[in-house]
């Protein structure tokens, strides 16, 4: 018996962690990637540029003929002039597109960037901080990945395309749909209310 109770007292305790998540605000990190318009629209190829908030789940997508610098560039002062906040941080992928820093070409003999990629330079000149994901760690730009994910399920395996214009048109209303459509992540709420009430309870501009 009194093994029996130096067991019992000495039984290891299971302990319940709580994890407490921080909560980002809205602007505080974008996601940015790019992804293939499946198959021909008019026999060419078209990219969708995207860009989330990782905070509201709002998105905005834009469809180019090419992907390159000059549309990063393009893209990301399209989302500033979207997005009814300041954009404080930009997370991509390593794409040559994005960044310099893994392009042989363009490194000196400690491996550094001899210049800067033009798209950083765009995010310095704004204020804006930069991150990159770890090579072949798309992951780590889950919430971009996931959101392409559905626009392949949910728009694009159920449309059909007969030019360009329509393609834009109707990725114009998808996109819409989707930043109403409810999130689980928001606790139900769409990343367009989602906004809304932040911007209620946070106003801009007002000193304590």
Not at 88 to 96: E, I, L, M, R
Request: charged letters at 30%.
């Amino acid at each position: 018996m009194k093994q029996e109770g130096l067991t019992r007292k000495y039984r290891v305790r299971k302990i319940r962690y709580q994890y407490i998540r921080a909560e980002r605000q809205p602007g505080e990190l974008i996601e940015i990637d790019t992804k293939y318009v499946p198959g021909r629209v008019e026999n060419k190829r078209y990219y969708q540029y995207t860009a989330i908030d990782t905070a509201s789940r709002w998105r905005y997508l834009r469809i180019y003929e090419e992907q390159s610098n000059y549309h990063s560039i393009k893209f990301m002062e399209e989302v500033m002039k979207k997005f009814i906040h300041p954009i404080q941080a930009v997370k991509t992928d390593n794409g040559f597109i994005f960044t310099n820093r893994y392009t042989g070409i363009y490194k000196r003999d400690d491996l550094s960037p001899r210049q800067l990629h033009a798209f950083d330079k765009f995010l310095a000149r704004n204020n804006i901080e930069r991150y990159l994901i770890d090579p072949g760690k798309p992951a780590q730009n889950g919430i971009v990945e996931r959101s392409h994910r559905a626009d392949q399920e949910q728009f694009y395996n159920q449309n059909a395309f007969g030019s360009v214009s329509d393609l834009k048109r109707k990725i114009r209303a998808w996109n819409n749909k989707y930043n109403n459509i409810m999130h689980c992540g928001l606790n139900g709420k769409s990343p367009n209310k989602f906004l809304v009430e932040y911007q209620l309870t946070n106003p801009p501009n007002v000193l304590a």
